[in-house]
Structure formats: C-alpha cells, structure tokens
C-alpha cells in the first residue's frame, strides 16, 4: 500500500510533460503563422505575375 501512494504522490514526469505539451503548441502556432505568410506571399507573387503579363 506504502508503494502505491508513493507512486500517486511522484511528480517527477509531470513537469516533462508540461514542457513536452508547450512544445506542441509552439510548434502548432509556428506552423500557423508560417502557413498564413506563405499564402500571403503566394497572393502577392500572384498579383506581380499577372501583372508583368
């Protein structure tokens, strides 16, 4: 019994976890911010292609 509620106090992979979950959602928001600027930039390649035709 002493070991299981040793086992339900341990912390130890909880701040991994933590760190592995802000992680993800760096990643999340720089795939975001990089997928928004490369439709922008594409609209603009667009409208200067069209326009030196």
């Known amino acids: ?4 509620k ?5 912390e130890c992979g909880a701040t991994a ?3 592995g979950l802000i992680a993800a959602g760096i990643s999340v928001a720089i795939v975001v ?3 928004e600027v490369g439709t922008s ?3 603009k390649f667009k409208v200067i292609s069209d326009k030196l035709k």
């Open 1 to 4: 019994m002493s070991m299981i």
């Open 6 to 10: 040793r086992f339900l106090r341990d």
């Open 17 to 19: 976890i933590e760190y």
């Open 33 to 35: 911010v990089v997928y």
């Open 41 to 43: 930039l594409e609209a």
